[in-house]
């Protein structure tokens, strides 16, 4: 069975810190790309940022530079460390996962968790 589990979600304030968890089961080990999105409501889905199986990573630029996502195989586990929040970084966060290459389209991924919240106070 195919699960995807965030967690480490929770409120900060600006210029706090987060780190996300996701627990991905029966995927993890097929899966070519495991990614981060972010969506607020009213606004559509965004990339935040992914990692493939060769451990290349890409970053939306509005995170370049705080963020860092990784991954341990031993765990079947995704990270996301948010480093300097700011408001605008408000939103759910969802991980997700894909068997082909990564994408920047949120639609492409045929794998997804229920998302944990991020909320970051002024």
């Known amino acids: 069975q195919v699960q995807l589990v965030e967690s480490g979600g929770g409120s900060v304030q600006a210029g706090g810190s987060l780190r996300l968890s996701c627990a991905v089961y029966?995927?993890?080990?097929?899966?070519?790309?495991v990614a981060w999105f972010r969506q607020d409501p009213g606004k559509r889905r965004e990339g935040v940022a992914s990692?493939?199986?060769?451990?290349?990573?890409t970053y939306a630029d509005s995170v370049q530079g705080r963020f860092t996502i990784s991954k341990d195989n031993a765990k079947n586990t995704l990270y996301l460390q948010m480093n300097s929040l700011k408001a605008e970084d408000t939103a759910m966060y969802y991980c997700?996962?894909?068997?082909?290459?990564?994408?920047?389209?949120?639609?492409?991924?045929?794998?997804w968790g229920q998302g944990t919240q991020v909320t970051v106070s002024s």
């Open positions: 990692i493939d199986r060769q451990w290349r990573t």
């Open positions: 029966g995927v993890y080990s097929s899966a070519n790309c």
């Open positions: 997700a996962a894909r068997s082909r290459f990564c994408a920047q389209s949120w639609s492409d991924y045929d794998y």
